[in-house]
């Protein structure tokens, strides 16, 4: 009789604590999923000695039980601020978050949309200014970014 009474007991406390963790986890996605850009990896992108100002331009995230979408927009639609490269500097891309896959893709130009993927992650040879577009996917979501730099061969100050 003791015995049922203690197991009666432990059942409902492992069930009070269950839906308490469901509850907290909820509450979380709630709070996450009202202010997501707070909540979204952190990109830093380095070429030398002047890292680009890198601009997040659209994401899908998932939260708990919910996606939040921002739309993907085009470099046209995003402020950019242009970093002057010496030719053949490293591009190195890291994020805060661990990811499953990172794409980098140039347009020669501002006003041009035509990318195409970059293999060997150097800045070109050749002077002029590249628009960068990076798609990164994660395990909770993808997040594509823009950056623009300008190849100059000399007056590049750190």
């Known amino acids: 009789m003791v015995f049922k009474r203690k197991l009666k007991r432990y059942l409902v406390a492992a069930f009070m604590l269950v839906l308490a963790a469901y509850a907290a986890l909820f509450i979380k996605d709630s709070v996450d999923s009202k202010n997501p850009e707070i909540n979204l990896p ?7 000695f002047n890292p680009p100002y890198v601009v997040r331009a659209g994401y899908t995230w998932k939260f708990g039980f919910k996606t939040v979408y921002s739309p993907f927009v085009s ?21 805060t ?25 150097v800045t070109p040879e050749k002077e002029g200014i590249y628009v960068y577009r990076i798609h990164a996917r994660f395990e909770k979501g993808e997040i ?7 190849v100059k061969n000399q007056n590049i100050q750190p």
Request: charged share 20%; aromatic share 14%; net charge negative.
């Open 97 to 121: 978050a661990l990811e499953e896959l990172c794409e980098l893709f140039v347009a020669e130009g501002l006003g041009n949309e035509d990318f195409e993927k970059v293999y060997t992650w």
């Open 42 to 48: 952190v990109i830093s992108v380095s070429t030398g």
């Open 75 to 95: 470099p046209m639609d995003v402020p950019l601020m242009i970093t002057d490269v010496p030719p053949n500097e490293n591009i190195v891309i890291t994020f």
């Open 144 to 150: 594509q970014y823009y950056f623009a730099l300008q």
